[in-house]
């Protein structure tokens, strides 16, 4: 058809032929997109006043409807400039994997800050306290003497019967997800076990700091 108005045409709309013919199917494809979207619409509507569906459905249904039918529409058009449908879903589905990655790495920072916050607040313990933080059970935990509490760690100094020292770095997000206890005083230093050796290690002797929890 187009090739049939091409010969038909006057020698000057020839020449902007092409471009003329690249306008109209991308005013064909938007005008097709926006009358599904109202079909649709309407149709969302219709079922969500049949079946009493909440608002919160209906709005929501609406969104991705809308989502899709837009970002289809986007790749019809771009295809009539000549670019590759499966390379812009290549690039779409790239960026959308960093930004979950990024989205993930920066809610964790965030949960560490909030964290901080609440562990300044509530003041579970304090610096150069002697803690432990519990795995469940009479199993023995992270344990050792609090040397330095930042908004995103908090630093514990271990101390082995063996000899030598050694540092532990806890997120402050986990003293929300397991009990922890406080001594009193400095506890006895627990021995290691031997490597192959899944026993747990003698329960600490020392003051009888209690536990407290958190949720």
């Not at 092409?18 to 097709?32: G, H, K, R, S």
């Not at 590759?84 to 930004?99: D, E, I, K, Y």
């Amino acid at each position: 058809m187009f090739a049939t108005l091409k010969t038909q045409s006057p020698a000057w709309l020839q020449a902007w032929f092409v471009e003329f013919t690249l306008l109209v199917q991308v005013v064909l494809i938007l005008v097709a997109a926006f009358l599904l979207r109202w079909l649709l619409r309407r149709l969302i509507t219709r079922v969500s006043r049949r079946y009493d569906l909440p608002i919160e459905i209906t709005v929501s249904a609406r969104r991705i409807a809308g989502f899709v039918l837009g970002f289809g529409t986007l790749l019809l058009v771009l295809e009539r400039f000549g670019v590759s449908g499966s390379v812009l879903w290549t690039a779409f589905t790239g960026f959308a994997a960093v930004a979950a990655v990024a989205f993930f790495a920066a809610w964790s920072v965030l949960t560490n800050l909030f964290c901080a916050l609440l562990l300044l607040i509530t003041r579970p313990f304090r610096l150069h306290d002697h803690i432990e933080l519990l795995e469940g059970g009479d199993r023995p935990g992270l344990r050792g003497q609090v040397v330095d509490m930042n908004l995103i760690y908090v630093t514990l100094q271990e101390t082995h019967a063996e000899g030598g020292d050694s540092v532990l770095r806890i997120p402050n997000s986990l003293f929300f997800q397991r009990s922890t206890r406080r001594w009193k005083g400095e506890p006895v230093a627990v021995a290691l076990p031997p490597p192959g050796d899944r026993r747990p290690s003698p329960p600490a002797q020392g003051g009888g700091g209690g536990s407290i929890g958190f949720p």
